[in-house]
């Protein structure tokens, strides 16, 4: 693979979002407004929105969420930047990562100084059926959809491919579930702000309140185990292996790394990037990876000149629980078989050698799918910024990574972060 | 999706046609115009066989427009022998049966109901191999 090189260095000054959730009384302009004014806010030394000379924005489909389209240059009106040039990026759930990326090959090459990447996606308007067709239109609605399958089918399959290859037992992907709601404790945007065993406790004092039998769940797994409490959704994915439906925005302010100096004194270098695509699931030859995850982390390892030991902390696109351990292994941190052991002995939990989506990530953070590789990068930006609070990683961090899969890996967007 | 859509698709639902690269030999379901292996544009209609191995598969408790009636049902994907993957329902079996790599046989099956006019759609799934073939 030839080595590729920005044509200039590229920078994070700021980066904001707003909570993620589901929030019925505001809209998409309110909850990008919200992560606007937050990303202005962290500029270290303050700047002028209006130096922003361009936005990419980061939304799969607002158009069929909310019936409305042509969402980039709404916002950016909604936000007083017209008549900046305003694009939107649709990758499915990697539109967010990509819009990044255009921002930063924009940038590299000259075009603009300062740009700044949304992600934007309100998913909560519509019924959980609706919104599990808006999502199936990011597979081969002539071969995939038309057979049935839904993207927790598609994810499912992976999964059951994955466990019998691996010899790897189902309750192996509880573990993701059960770190990345306990980091999304501590992160005060996170849809889940609970551990799963504060929802177990939740359901025993309202079964109690209301005259129930109390469940004896004696630990989360147990919760986990439970069919009740943790429906499948599709073999062996149950419940608490999704993603939620969310709403939510974020945003990253870009600048060419000779002007960095001007917004903070402690930028993030943008030092790789990566994005590969690939066919529907019936074109590849294996489901226990995903081979434009891998592409893309190679392309942004060789374009950093730095290997996956290198790497600190990393956002991954757990979108499912199965998703995060194939992904662990796409991007080289763990041989392939082994990512189930890894979460199994808690090496990607925040206090392991090998730490993913100390966020909660899209588990338990939300997935507001436009959004969510936008949401990536503020975490590794306050990761390595040292401003995580109760969630921070300890010691000296220097090289994050955010990787974001679009429909089943027909997308997949790899971005490496060195703070300067 | 629209009938027409299905209709222009009656050679894939029926009879499971793709295509074979003349140049590379490499097979295709669902067809292609560009061959994946050699890039050749040279591909001609290949009618599969319609047996193959298990390759995954998954149970949907929760189900998509249209299929709302059949939940769970059984969606897999199979490795015909010629090559190529197809993801499809499976049917005539219990899940609980199923195992990677067993031997699967293409039947034609309703698919779906089509929207309010209730028009039935056709088209493949798939089951475990019977010893008659
Ligand atoms: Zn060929």
């Known amino acids: ?97 990509v819009a990044l990326r255009q921002a ?16 934007i996606e309100k998913m909560s308007s519509l019924a959980t059926e609706k919104v599990t067709d808006t999502l199936a239109t990011a597979g081969d609605v002539l ?18 491919a994955y466990l019998h290859a691996y010899a790897c037992p189902t309750e192996a992907l509880l573990n993701v579930g059960m770190k990345n709601h306990a980091n999304g404790a501590l992160n005060d945007k996170a849809q889940f702000g609970q551990r799963i065993a504060d929802i177990m406790e939740a359901r025993k004092k309202s079964a109690a309140k209301k005259g129930l039998p109390i469940p004896t769940w004696a630990n989360e797994l147990e919760f986990l185990r439970d069919e009740r409490a943790n429906p499948y959704i599709a073999l062996p994915l149950r419940l608490f292996d999704c993603s939620p439906i969310s709403d939510g925005a974020a945003a990253v302010l870009l600048v060419a790394d000779e002007l960095a100096a ?18 529907a699931l019936h074109d590849r030859a294996t489901f226990t990876a995903i081979p434009a995850a891998r592409l893309a982390s190679q392309q942004a390892y060789a374009m950093a000149n730095v290997t996956p030991v290198d790497i600190q902390v990393a956002e991954v696109h757990d979108c499912f629980t199965i998703a995060e351990i194939i992904a662990s292994e796409d991007l080289g941190f763990f041989e392939a078989g082994q990512g189930w ?54 010691g000296d961090l220097r090289l994050g990574l955010t990787h974001n899969v679009g429909g089943t890996g027909q997308t997949c967007v790899v971005h490496i972060f060195e703070r300067a | ?15 499971l046609e ?24 040279n591909l001609t209609p290949r009618e599969f066989n319609g047996h193959g191995e298990l390759y995954s598969f998954t149970t949907l408790r929760s189900a998509p427009m249209g299929f709302e009636d059949q939940v769970p049902y059984t969606v897999g994907v199979v490795k015909l022998d010629e090559g190529p993957m197809v993801e499809a329902q499976i049917t005539d079996v219990n899940a609980d049966a199923l195992k990677i790599g067993q031997r699967m046989e293409m039947v034609t099956r309703k698919l779906r109901a089509q929207g309010d006019n209730g028009l039935i759609i056709y088209g493949y799934k798939f089951r475990p191999e019977t010893k008659a073939d």
Not at chain 1, 145 to 160: H, Q
Not at chain 1, 264 to 279: E, Y
């Open chain 1, 1 to 97: 693979m030839a080595q590729r090189k920005l044509g200039r260095g590229v920078a994070v000054v700021g980066a904001g979002m707003s909570k993620f959730g589901a929030f019925p009384e505001m809209t998409t302009r309110d909850l990008f407004a919200q992560a606007f004014r937050e990303m202005c806010a962290t500029v270290d030394k303050g700047f002028d929105p209006q130096t922003i000379e361009a936005i990419y924005l980061g939304n799969y489909s607002s158009d069929l969420f909310e019936g409305q389209g042509h969402t980039a240059p709404l916002l950016t009106n909604w936000v007083g930047l017209s008549p900046r040039p305003a694009t939107r990026v649709e990758d499915a759930c990697a539109s967010g990562g």
């Open chain 1, 104 to 119: 930063v090959l924009a940038i590299a090459s000259g075009a603009y100084d300062i740009a700044l990447v949304g992600g």
């Open chain 1, 143 to 160: 071969f995939e959809i038309s057979a049935g399958f839904t993207f927790p089918g598609f994810y499912a399959a992976m999964a059951t």
């Open chain 1, 262 to 279: 001007m917004f903070t004194d402690h930028p993030l270098r943008v030092i790789g990037s990566g994005q590969a695509s690939d066919g």
């Open chain 1, 341 to 394: 052991r890894a979460a199994q002995a808690g090496v990607t939990a925040r206090a392991g050698t090998r730490p993913i989506n100390t966020s909660g990530g899209l588990k338990s953070k939300g997935h507001p799918v436009g959004a969510s590789g936008v949401g990536q990068v503020i975490e590794i930006w306050k990761q390595l910024r040292g401003v995580a609070g109760a969630r921070q990683v300890a």
């Open chain 2, 1 to 15: 999706m629209d009938l027409a859509r299905h209709w222009r698709l009656k050679d894939q639902r029926y009879r």
């Open chain 2, 18 to 41: 793709g295509t074979v690269c003349a140049d590379c030999g490499a097979k295709f379901f669902p067809p292609r115009q560009v061959c994946l292996e050699c890039k050749s544009t």
